[in-house]
Nanobody
Framework: QVQLVESGGGLVQPGGSLRLSCAAS????????VAWYRQPPGKQRTLIAR????????YSEDGVRGRFTISRDNAKNTVYLQMNSLKPEDTAVYFC?????????WGQGTQVTVSS
């Protein structure tokens, strides 16, 4: 069993940066692949980026590639999403997901609002 807690969201001006954290409790977190998703107001939740247990990364949205970076620190049981050059369209609730074979866990989400 893994419990995930996201943090680091907030209000930021366009062009600003935020770093989201996804802290996990439970054993064997290093074995999990972890992904960040986001859900803009009134829209579906979509995959942004994913990092494997070995640290390989992939980004699903062209709009974030080059601006967002996913990373993990297994010693701290934490996965990060560094978000730079934020735009108003990045406004959403951001969720992390941990997955290992058939087990999938979600955090409660953290709100990111990009506005002047």
């Amino acid at each position: 069993q893994v419990q995930l807690v996201e943090s680091g969201g907030g209000l930021v001006q366009p062009g600003g940066s935020l770093r989201l954290s996804c802290a996990a409790s439970g054993s064997e977190f290093s074995a999990y692949a972890v992904a960040w998703y986001r859900q803009p107001p009134g829209k579906q939740r979509t995959l942004i980026a994913r990092i494997t247990s070995r640290g390989f990364t992939a980004y699903s949205e062209d709009g974030v590639r080059g601006r967002f970076t996913i990373s993990r620190d297994n010693a701290k049981n934490t996965v990060y999403l560094q978000m730079n050059s934020l735009k108003p369209e990045d406004t959403a609730v951001y969720f992390c997901q941990a997955q290992l074979t058939f087990a999938t866990y979600w955090g409660q989400g953290t709100q990111v609002t990009v506005s002047s």
